[in-house]
């Protein structure tokens, strides 16, 4: 039987216990680090890691999922963009059945890998804005007037932003621009061409272009034209505004481009009715003439595609700052998984984006590309700070030496300072993916493995 003296002991130890238990607690929940980020392995992406998706380095190919949640590439020319990540993902068949649109300035990832496009299923075009391999009318592809409005506000804007980059100066007044949106609309909706309705402008005098456009047989040509004249007022104004038109709209008196856009060979709902390839070529040099040209051909092209189904298509976008404004762009990478769309664009820098998108715009363009791919030697600072934040920060350990006494203490750093992300070694990438950790792997370099190079066919 147990004795009142033995309980009144159990019950003391117990009481005892208590503060030093609360007191263990206390200090466990003290030993909180300071940051949790670290340089991760293949272990700690290989959920969100598949078969069926695009290629990113040796050990990480996405889900084709994740691959329609968007990818971005940023790394300086000549640090294997194309050899470590467009070719071997041209040069695999992991892709299910889709088709794919190709940026491809240098002409190189056509002649490497088209043949092989075409051994495995895929219909094989080139489009050289400026050659004569194909051709593409964006008129025939306006199938309302919504699209013919919108077509004709983008090929001024984007025309006149084109300047605005190319002298660093304003390409005219904006008010102009805008006032010759129904007078361009009206010419388009009277044109089969782009070149066509410039040369209607160019060799028409103002009465002619009066009767014209105001006698038309189609309404909304008619409407158009006198919701310009109303806001047109004065012949002066009138000559201003023609002036702002004509200048936006220069490249489209270019003789090769006016071939290239006399007719469509394909149109955007090809790419969702059968699994077809898309090589758009152009001379890099060549690509800040031609921007107001790519603006609005991948604008149209990604806007009639959002609005198809079918087969999923994938955009393999390099050099995409080159390639002018596409219309809408943060908003249609946001949505673009739901409607079996997926993006990879590569860049430079992030300065020329910001100058072209706004810097809140391209904010929301990069949150949405949700795998990033850095390349070594980056020298951009706003490129060089928003990846070192977006790896986050380490806890460290400091000691302190003073005479006979050492101290520890905790501090914060970055898992890749700026300066450390532009030190990426040689043949690196470092790969930040969602909601996981940074991620440094090898190069996939095409050249350096027979998989690949044996489907480079002659």
Same mark, same amino acid.
């Given at each position: 039987m147990v004795s009142e003296f033995d309980l009144l002991y159990k019950f003391l130890l117990i009481a005892m216990a208590i503060p030093i238990t609360d007191m263990g607690i206390k200090l466990t929940k003290g030993r909180v680090k300071l940051a949790t980020s670290k340089l991760g392995s293949k272990r700690s992406i290989e959920s969100i890691l598949g078969n069926d998706g695009l290629i990113i380095s040796k050990q990480c190919q996405?889900?084709?999922?994740?691959?329609?949640?968007?990818?971005?590439?940023?790394?300086?020319?000549?640090?294997?963009?194309?050899?470590?990540?467009?070719?071997?993902?041209?040069?695999?068949?992991?892709?299910?059945?889709?088709?794919i649109i190709v940026a491809d300035p240098k002409g190189e990832l056509w002649n490497l890998t088209h043949k092989y496009q075409e051994s495995i299923g895929r219909k094989t075009i080139l489009f050289e804005p400026l050659g004569d391999h194909s051709h593409y009318n964006p008129i025939e592809h306006c199938e309302?007037?919504?699209?013919?409005?919108?077509?004709?506000?983008?090929?001024?804007?984007?025309?006149?932003?084109?300047?605005?980059?190319?002298?660093?100066?304003?390409?005219g007044s904006s008010e102009w621009t805008n006032m010759s949106v129904p007078l361009w609309t009206?010419?388009?909706?009277?044109?089969?061409?782009?070149?066509?309705?410039?040369?209607?402008?160019?060799?028409?005098?103002?009465?002619?272009?009066?009767?014209?456009?105001?006698?038309?047989?189609?309404?909304?040509?008619?409407?158009?034209?006198?919701?310009?004249?109303?806001?047109?007022?004065?012949?002066?104004?009138?000559?201003?505004?023609?002036?702002?038109?004509?200048?936006?709209?220069?490249?489209? @008196?270019?003789? =090769?481009?006016?071939? !290239? &856009? +006399? /007719?469509?060979?394909f149109a955007p709902i090809d790419f969702r009715k059968e699994p077809t390839i898309l090589y758009i070529k152009y001379d890099e040099a060549?690509?800040?003439?031609?921007?107001?040209?790519?603006?609005?051909?991948?604008?149209?092209?990604?806007?009639?595609?959002?609005?198809?189904?079918?087969?999923?298509v994938l955009f393999l976008l390099d050099e995409f700052q080159n390639a002018g404004k596409v219309a809408n762009f943060e908003q249609i990478v946001a949505v673009s998984r739901s409607k079996n769309i997926g993006f990879l664009i590569c860049l430079q820098n992030l300065v020329k984006l910001h100058d072209i998108y706004g810097k809140n715009n391209t904010t929301t363009i990069l949150n949405n590309l949700k795998t990033k791919a850095i390349?070594?030697?980056?020298?951009?600072?706003?490129?060089?700070?928003?990846?070192?934040?977006?790896?986050?920060?380490?806890?460290?350990?400091?000691? @302190?030496?003073? =005479?006979?006494?050492? !101290? &520890? +203490? /905790?501090?914060?750093?970055k898992v890749f300072t700026p300066d450390e992300v532009r030190?990426?070694?040689?043949?690196?990438?470092?790969?930040?993916?969602?909601?996981?950790?940074?991620?440094?792997?090898?190069?996939?370099?095409?050249?350096?493995?027979?998989?690949?190079?044996?489907?480079v066919l002659k």
């Open positions: 996405l889900s084709f999922k994740k691959t329609l949640e968007g990818v971005v590439v940023i790394g300086p020319t000549g640090e294997h963009k194309s050899t470590s990540i467009l070719l071997p993902n041209l040069l695999s068949n992991s892709l299910p059945l889709s088709s309302s007037f919504t699209e013919s409005r919108a077509l004709a506000t983008n090929l001024l804007q984007f025309g006149e932003l084109a300047i605005q980059l190319a002298s660093g100066k304003a390409g009206s010419v388009l909706l009277n044109s089969k061409t782009i070149s066509q309705g410039i040369k209607f402008l160019i060799n028409s005098t103002p009465n002619q272009i009066t009767e014209t456009l105001g006698n038309s047989n189609n309404e909304d040509v008619k409407e158009q034209f006198r919701i310009f004249m109303s806001a047109a007022g004065s012949p002066k104004t009138l000559s201003s505004i023609l002036s702002t038109l004509l200048t936006s709209l220069q490249l489209f @008196t270019d003789h =090769k481009l006016i071939n !290239s &856009t +006399s /007719k469509s060979d060549k690509s800040n003439y031609l921007s107001p040209f790519l603006s609005i051909f991948y604008s149209q092209l990604i806007e009639k595609i959002m609005y198809a189904e079918g087969l999923p390349l070594p030697s980056l020298s951009d600072y706003d490129a060089l700070s928003y990846i070192s934040n977006l790896c986050g920060d380490k806890e460290v350990l400091t000691e @302190t030496h003073n =005479k006979d006494n050492t !101290s &520890t +203490s /905790k501090t914060v750093k030190r990426i070694p040689d043949y690196k990438t470092l790969i930040i993916m969602h909601n996981k950790l940074p991620f440094l792997d090898n190069q996939n370099i095409y050249y350096t493995q027979e998989k690949y190079t044996r489907n």
